[in-house]
């Protein structure tokens, strides 16, 4: 269920950065059939012998150099031996230091492709300087032009960002190159190793002709395998918009309903009735009912009266009532529930009043579970594989199974943080479901700054582990679904009077994995993740359009590429899957479904509540062998190679590069985090799946596990691992 409502943010953005950008969309040829991200082999001892390809007019490489060739965007490079390639996106390439491996985090150079739109580089180079200098008064950027494969180009420093870069930009067949060297600072001690690669990638850089041009498989104009499904609330009833059809159907017309929660599989909906009686001579009181229909229409029925509620609840005669917390558990037909006995108009989540109890009812049974009783009051988290429940409290977490109802583990915060400590926000789960990650106050600074631990805690009752502490000027954390970042908000009061305040975004420890990010965590926040791992950055002044963060960004305020504009004042947002989202405005009020690629459709007018799901078919997978690396397979320290699995589409959907192979827990072995499919995959047939690994320094065995996951971020199917042994 969304219910919007109109959010206040302060927050305000610093600058504009010239980090490495989130591309606008050019032509391609499509990806191979497996996951980009590879790390390169050692070079080969001879060049390559001259053909009649693209390829042939690429420079030799020579002692101490690697050939980087991406046909698909026109152009090749050497660089130093030691990097590694790293592809973020079909646009976009990251060089890596081999040690520490930390994917793009530790990047020295970015070159990314975008559509120059038109513009000429000096253009390009105006603009830029331009918004630096309206950001940042007083900005002084050196400008010089220089010559790049035979093609005019310019280079600039001094722009704001993470850390000094040097940029370099060049307009080449409707294209814009830009290439980033970070840091570019040289005072440093490592600057001559990133002059030489420098050096070495400008002096060999070469534009290779495309034949064949494809629109490019990113998040804005990807194929999300399926229709979307919206359910809302209209004038009480309950209403659903198919995207295949463009059609509205009413399939509840009750008057009196007020929130709606749609089912993973888009099967069920349930739904809240406001009812009212008079009690004691007082006013009219409220309560609610939960119910739940098909979403053709059929089989209405209840599942908790307002009666039942209330002898949950014990409420008194003169208590109004409601269900202020309603979710479905991950692939089932379950629902979990809080009441209350005083907001009873069916907005928020508990904000105005405490949550009471935490229940269980089974659709199909219509039995009820009590996972807390009413003089409890929790914060409830479905584990993703809804096997598992995370009730969270001010002083502590629970872990609650979903079959049995009983507690499996008891984590109190005093303990690790001592008595001044207490958790800040409900936290987030692994996708793997075996931990849940939580955040916990450690000592305030004073009014506008407090240190904070993030921790993860195991199921299984393992040690929980650390896994950062920041000084932040509030709770509230942000995360992003790939594991690989956080976003905090820290503020100062500065003389005379004047508040400070910016979001800060560091990252986390490398074998996290996927998290399993709410798709609605737009709240008060400036900044927002796509399911596809995308950080995005409101414009706050009147929330009308937000901006693509820059990759490795540190704050809000790197922002790169151009903006989804939509033209109106936004009260709501949500994902749907890597390409497609909900969101209402204003004033009107309107629920609209939106689009990267800029489209947009009005769905409803003023819906008080609303949901929905991506897809209309099913996603599921088995694993048929490993093609190489068997298990077991010995490596010598340090060595880089290839593992391959052959996995069998066995759901209903046809996979395409909306699809990912993201690494899942255990021993990353250096792999990506993240990696899109290139081609489809129909239902039934098989394809082999690939990752790059290099075996750690440090003898013993070691286990990676890694999963494919759907366009809307979920994880589906089988969960394949690579286990090795270092001699």
């Known amino acids: 269920m969304k219910i919007a409502f109109f959010l206040s ?29 590879s790390s390169s082999p050692t070079p080969p001892q001879q060049p390559p012998t001259p053909t009649q390809t693209p390829g042939s007019i690429c420079p030799s490489v020579t002692v101490g150099t690697q050939l980087l060739t991406r046909e698909q965007m026109g152009y090749c490079l050497l660089y130093l031996e030691g990097y590694i390639e790293v592809d973020t996106d079909p646009t976009q390439v990251c060089l890596v230091p081999g040690e520490p491996y930390m994917a793009c985090h530790t990047a ?68 814009l190159y830009r290439l980033t060297f970070v840091p570019w600072d040289k005072t440093g001690e490592g600057f001559t190793r990133i002059e030489n690669l420098y050096n070495t990638v400008i002096s060999s850089f070469t534009f290779v002709p495309i034949s064949v041009q494809s629109p490019v498989l990113t998040e804005a104009s990807t194929d999300t395998g399926g229709s979307a499904v919206v359910v809302f609330v209209k004038d009480g009833d309950v209403l659903v918009w198919e995207e295949a059809t463009g ?30 009686f008079e009690a004691g001579g007082f006013d009219r009181n409220e309560q609610s009912a ?113 079959d049995s109802g009983h507690r499996l583990l008891d984590f109190p915060v005093y303990p690790i943080v001592g008595d001044t400590g207490w958790f800040t926000n409900s936290g987030v789960w692994t996708q793997d479901s075996k931990a849940f990650v939580i955040n916990a ?15 993860r805690v195991p199921v299984d009752g393992a ?133 990267l690629d800029g489209s947009t459709t009005m769905i409803a007018e003023d819906p008080p509540s609303f949901a929905a799901v991506a897809a209309t078919c099913g996603d599921d997978s088995e694993f048929v062998s490993d093609v190489t690396v068997p298990d077991g397979t010995p490596f010598a320290p340090d060595t880089l190679f290839r593992k391959t699995w052959r996995i069998r589409n066995t759901g209903t959907c046809t996979w395409d590069a909306s699809y990912r192979l993201t690494f899942l827990s255990g021993d990353r072995l250096s792999g990506p985090r993240s990696a899109p499919l290139g081609g489809t995959v129909q239902p039934g047939e098989e394809v082999d799946l690939s990752v790059t690994l290099i075996a750690p320094l440090s003898p013993g065995t070691y286990q990676g596990q890694w999963q494919l996951f759907a366009p809307d971020g979920t994880p589906f199917g089988t969960a394949p691992y690579a286990v090795i042994q270092v001699n």
Request: proline residues 8%.
């Open 290 to 402: 939960l119910w739940v229909v098909e979403r053709d229409g059929a089989n209405p029925r209840e599942l908790v009266s307002a009666e039942q509620l209330r002898a949950l609840l014990s409420a008194a005669e003169t208590d109004s009532t409601n269900f202020p917390r309603l979710r479905w558990i991950p692939d089932t037909h379950r629902l979990l529930y809080s009441g209350n006995t005083y907001d009873a108009h069916g907005y928020g989540e508990g904000a105005h009043t405490p949550l009471r109890g935490v229940y269980m009812v089974d659709v199909a049974t219509s039995a009820t579970t009590v996972l807390a009783p009413a003089e409890e009051s929790f914060h409830f988290v479905p584990s993703p594989d809804g096997r598992q429940i995370a009730l969270v409290t001010n002083t502590g977490l629970r872990f609650v199974d979903v």
């Open 9 to 37: 943010v302060t927050v305000a953005l610093l600058a504009l950065s010239a980090c490495a950008p989130s591309p606008t969309p050019v032509p391609t040829v499509p990806p191979t059939p497996m996951p980009t991200i």
């Open 247 to 276: 059609q509205t159907e009413t399939i509840f017309d009750s008057g009196d309903v007020i929130r709606v929660e749609l089912s993973d599989d888009g099967e069920l909906v349930a739904f809240l009735r406001r009812s009212f």
């Open 108 to 175: 020295n150079f970015f070159i990314n492709v975008e559509d120059a739109a038109g513009r000429t580089v000096d253009r390009i180079a105006d603009e830029m300087i331009a918004g630096e200098e309206a950001t940042i008064p007083g900005i002084e950027i050196q400008r010089e032009n220089l010559t790049v494969s035979g093609e005019q180009a310019i280079m600039l420093e001094g722009l704001s960002g993470v850390a000094a870069s040097r940029v370099i930009l060049i307009a080449h067949a409707e294209r």
């Open 463 to 595: 040690p929980a582990a650390l896994l950062i502490t920041f000084a932040a000027g509030g709770g509230s954390v942000l995360f992003a679904p790939d594991g690989s970042d956080i976003a905090f908000i820290r503020g100062t009061i500065m003389p005379p009077g004047v508040q400070v305040t910016a979001w800060l975004i560091a990252p986390l420890a490398e074998d996290l994995g996927p998290l399993a990010v709410p798709s609605d965590t737009f709240d008060y926040a400036p900044l927002i993740w796509s399911p596809g791992g995308t950080a995005y950055v409101w414009e706050l002044q009147d929330r009308e359009e937000f901006h693509p963060l820059c990759p490795n960004a540190v704050q809000d305020s790197e922002v790169c590429g151009s903006p989804i504009r939509f033209g109106e004042q936004i009260e709501w947002f949500e994902w749907i899957d890597r390409s497609r989202f909900l969101y209402v405005t204003y004033q009107p009020r309107r629920l609209y479904l939106g689009s």
């Open 441 to 455: 106050l450690v000592e305030p600074r004073s009014q506008t700054l407090a240190d904070y631990a993030l921790w």
